[in-house]
Each structure stands twice: as C-alpha cells, then as structure tokens.
C-alpha cells in the first residue's frame, strides 16, 4: 500500500509558476514510476509527465514540453511538478500517482491511467488570464 499527498496547487495569474509536491507513504521501492496526471472541468483525465524513481529518466506530455519539469528527491520520497510559463489552459486538478508493479525496462514511458495503481487526492490549479 503506498499512499500520495498532493500540495503546491492554488491560483495563479498567466506566464506565472508553482511547484507541486507529491510526498509517498508506506511501501516505496527503487523500481517505481511516478506520475502527474490532470483532469480539466469536463475533461478526461490526461497524461502531464512521469519519472521513474531508479535512475530518474522522465517523459514530458508535448502539451507541457519546455515548461513544465518533473523531478523526485529520493532522500524525501517526493515528487515534483515545477510548472512554468503557466497558461489559463493549463487550469485543472493534478493528481500525483504510482505504478508499484515492476516497470518494463528501456524507454519506454508509462502515460496510461490504468498503469498506475495508487493515486492522490489531487490538488487545485487555476492559472487567470
């Protein structure tokens, strides 16, 4: 059982930035995979970014490619989700999720929801023109 805490949402005007935080409970291993997903009002939830926890490799969503970056401090069992140059469409609830079954290793990049197993409570973002 692993457990995930969102934090760092809020408002926030056009061209500004916020850092979102994910902090993992309970059972963390070096073979899982991190993710940031979104869900816009009246949208399906999309694929922002992922990380894998060994060795750090990421994937970014061509959406939020060069300005948002996802990283982890392994020491703290917390991920990160610095957005920049936000844009009012960037406007969502971000939810912080986990794959804890073993990953396939290479390149490829887990952006499917039913790849994760757990998932936070997700946090508020709301970016004004």
């Known amino acids: 059982q692993v457990q995930l805490v969102e934090s760092g949402g809020g408002l926030v005007q056009a061209g500004g930035s916020l850092r979102l935080s994910c902090a993992a409970s309970?059972?963390?291993?070096?073979?899982?995979?991190m993710g940031w997903f979104r869900q816009a009002p009246g949208k399906e939830r999309e694929f922002v970014a992922t990380i894998r926890w060994n060795g750090g490799s990421t994937y970014h969503a061509d959406s939020v490619k060069g300005r948002f970056t996802i990283s982890r401090d392994t020491a703290k069992n917390t991920v990160y989700l610095q957005m920049n140059s936000l844009k009012p469409e960037d406007t969502a609830v971000y939810f912080c999720?986990?794959?804890?079954?073993?990953?396939?290793?290479?390149?490829?990049?887990?952006?499917?929801?039913?790849?994760?197993?757990?998932w936070g409570q997700g946090t508020q973002v709301n970016v004004s023109s």
């Open positions: 309970g059972r963390t291993f070096s073979h899982y995979v």
């Open positions: 999720a986990v794959r804890t079954k073993l990953a396939y290793s290479g390149a490829y990049t887990y952006t499917k929801e039913y790849e994760y197993d757990y």
